[in-house]
């Protein structure tokens, strides 16, 4: 088993899940436990099936997490049903609900009394991707940099769905979000942040500072109504935050968002 992370501050797993999924319905269950693979049960029964958050929360049960927040929007009933406490993960899992958002960063901000003072392992859960221990040297990164914000970095062609990171001399510069063209290699896909980035997102969304102040509403997108985490990162950027990163050239992820790339889960999984 890869070795846990030491840290002073409580680790702490945040997990939106309040998507609609638009893009694939009709689906028979929440795309969040939409069976992707299999696992090898503790009984004699042989694999069972496994579910696409199962991936996420696993990669960070192995960092020594031992709760995580999944937020939900009301109707999705079947995501507390399947994780139930987190005993199949081995983690505590917390559910808080919430109506309809104007995008993730105001729905994990639902939970933020809850998380504020921690360090976040960030992800997405209907992501599938690789390798098991890419929190565990995200925290590292952050470890030894002492950054506010790390992010990890996948490569990627479909930049039209993704936040595309602009990189200069090895470091962030910037976020494109889903631009129609890009030479952009590189997206994010997984964060670890500390309380200060936490306290950084949750005044902006308070205060209205998206709208009132202009901060970074991403060009490519100048009429978008939903606030994207990428916003919220470009805002920090521009305000001096410490943003770092961990590249990983040769790990692939799936987003099961459409159904094209479900297919292509299912049928590597």
């Not at 199962?54 to 937020?71: C, D, P, R």
Request: charged residues 25%; neutral net charge.
């Amino acid at each position: 088993m890869l070795d846990k992370i030491e840290n002073r501050r409580e680790l702490v797993g945040l997990v939106p899940a309040a998507g609609a999924a638009e893009r694939i319905i009709p689906l028979p269950c929440s795309k969040e436990i939409f069976p992707v693979g299999f696992h090898e049960s503790s009984d004699n029964f042989g694999p069972r099936p496994k579910v696409a958050a199962q991936y996420l929360l696993e990669k960070m049960q192995i960092t020594g997490a031992e709760k995580a927040f999944i937020v939900v929007r009301k109707g999705k009933w079947d995501i507390p049903a399947y994780f139930g406490s987190g005993s199949s993960v081995s983690m505590n899992i917390a559910y808080i609900v919430t109506d309809s958002t104007r995008g993730v960063p105001f729905t994990i901000d639902k939970a933020y009394s809850f998380y504020k003072n921690a360090l976040i392992l960030f992800g997405f859960p209907d992501i599938v991707f690789e390798p098991e221990d890419v929190f565990i040297r995200l925290l590292q990164k952050q470890a030894i940099s002492g950054a506010d914000l790390v992010l990890g970095l996948f490569k990627t062609e479909n930049h039209q769905k993704m936040d595309m990171v602009k990189l200069k001399d090895g470091r962030i510069s910037g976020i494109d979000i889903k631009p129609q063209k890009s030479q952009l290699e590189y997206t994010w896909i997984i964060a670890v942040w500390t309380p200060r980035f936490t306290q950084f997102m949750h005044e902006c969304l308070q205060h209205n500072l998206f709208e009132e102040q202009k901060l970074s509403i991403s060009p490519s997108l100048p009429e978008k109504k939903e606030i994207f985490v990428g916003d919220v990162i470009q805002a920090a950027i521009d305000r001096n935050l410490s943003v770092e990163s961990v590249i990983f050239r040769n790990d692939c992820f799936i987003d099961i968002g459409t159904p094209t790339d479900l297919y292509r889960a299912v049928k590597m999984g």
